[in-house]
C-alpha cells in the first residue's frame, strides 16, 4: 500500500524520481497517467492491467464509454526508472499535470498521485481535513 507524501523538483530533462520506498511496490516498469483534478496518476503494471480488464465491460457502441476510455487511455504512458530511480516524465503529461518544477508525490492506497505543488497548494486551499475525513465513513471506514 502507498501512503505518505514527498516532495521532489522535476529536473531539466524532464526527469522525476519515485521515492524508494515506493519503487519496490511500484516497480522498475509502470504505468503514469491522467488522473482528476490536473493530477497524475503511477499504478503498477499488475494494477494497471485489473483496471483495464475493466474496460472489456464497455460495449464498442458506448458512446460515452468509449470516450472516457479514449480521454484516458490516449494520455497512458509506459515508464520505466532509470539506474538512479528516475524516469522521464512525457512532455504532454507534464502539460496536464502544469507541473513546471516542484512536485508532491503522495502515496493512494494502490496508486501514487503526482501533483504539480502549485495545483495541490489550490486544491488544497480552504479544504477542511475534519469534513474530508469523515468522508470515509461512507466506505464503512
Not at 486551499?125 to 474530508?132: C, L, R
Given at each position: 500500500?502507498?501512503?505518505g507524501?514527498?516532495?521532489?523538483?522535476?529536473?531539466a530533462?524532464?526527469?522525476?524520481?519515485?521515492?524508494?520506498?515506493?519503487?519496490?511496490?511500484?516497480?522498475?516498469?509502470?504505468?503514469?497517467?491522467?488522473?482528476?483534478?490536473?493530477?497524475?496518476?503511477?499504478?503498477?503494471?499488475?494494477?494497471?492491467?485489473?483496471?483495464?480488464?475493466?474496460?472489456?465491460?464497455?460495449?464498442?457502441?458506448?458512446?460515452?464509454?468509449?470516450?472516457?476510455?479514449?480521454?484516458?487511455?490516449?494520455?497512458?504512458?509506459?515508464?520505466?526508472?532509470?539506474?538512479?530511480?528516475?524516469?522521464?516524465?512525457?512532455?504532454?503529461?507534464?502539460?496536464?499535470a502544469?507541473?513546471?518544477?516542484?512536485?508532491?508525490?503522495?502515496?493512494?492506497?494502490?496508486?501514487?498521485?503526482?501533483?504539480?505543488?502549485?495545483?495541490l497548494?489550490?486544491?488544497?486551499?480552504?479544504?477542511?481535513?475534519?469534513?474530508?475525513?469523515?468522508?470515509?465513513?461512507?466506505?464503512?471506514?
Open positions: 500500500m502507498f501512503r507524501e514527498f516532495k521532489y523538483c522535476l529536473d530533462k524532464n526527469r522525476l524520481r519515485i521515492p524508494a520506498k515506493f519503487r519496490a511496490e511500484l516497480g522498475e516498469q509502470f504505468v503514469i497517467m491522467k488522473g482528476i483534478g490536473n493530477c497524475l496518476n503511477a499504478l503498477s503494471q499488475k494494477t494497471m492491467d485489473e483496471f483495464s480488464a475493466k474496460f472489456d465491460g464497455v460495449s464498442a457502441f458506448d458512446d460515452e464509454g468509449r470516450s472516457a476510455m479514449r480521454t484516458l487511455l490516449r494520455a497512458t504512458a509506459d515508464v520505466e526508472n532509470d539506474d538512479q530511480g528516475r524516469f522521464l516524465l512525457p512532455q504532454n503529461l507534464k502539460e496536464y502544469r507541473i513546471d518544477k516542484n512536485v508532491v508525490i503522495i502515496g493512494m492506497h494502490k496508486m501514487i498521485e503526482i501533483w504539480s505543488e502549485e495545483a497548494n489550490s486544491v488544497d486551499e480552504g479544504k477542511d481535513d475534519n469534513k474530508s475525513l469523515s468522508e470515509l465513513s461512507k466506505f464503512g471506514i
